[in-house]
Nanobody, 116 residues
Framework: QGQLVESGGGLVQPGGSLRLSCAAS????????MGWYRQFPGKQRELVAL???????NYADSVKGRFTISRDKAKNTVYLQMNSLKPEDTAVYYC??????????WGQGTQVTVSS
């Protein structure tokens, strides 16, 4: 904990937008992939979006066309731009980093609430 710092969550109306950020510390030297997961109350975490070191992206079907993941390699930061937000997007969003040695790192989680 503390190696990944998330920010950008909050309360937004349906149809609105948020941008999540996740900054990895410099101690994580060899990143294979970075991604975002979310967890609904009473359910397991699920993949939202993933970006590999080569730039390959993967999205959950429920967010395709609405969310965009990007990475700034120089800053070791991953972003999740969320547009056209829906109430069903309400969840705790977690940043995830995978090293080339398959070590897993998790952010502290940030609450996203979509409600009118």
């Amino acid at each position: 904990q503390g190696q990944l710092v998330e920010s950008g969550g909050g309360l937004v109306q349906p149809g609105g937008s948020l941008r999540l950020s996740c900054a990895a510390s410099g101690s994580i030297l060899s990143i294979n992939a970075m991604g975002w997961y979310r967890q609904f109350p009473g359910k397991q975490r699920e993949l939202v979006a993933l970006i590999t070191n080569s730039g390959r992206t993967n999205y959950a079907d429920s967010v395709k066309g609405r969310f965009t993941i990007s990475r700034d390699k120089a800053k070791n930061t991953v972003y999740l731009q969320m547009n056209s937000l829906k109430p069903e997007d309400t969840a705790v969003y977690y940043c995830n980093v995978q090293s080339v040695f398959l070590t897993q790192y998790w952010g502290q989680g940030t609450q996203v609430t979509v409600s009118s």
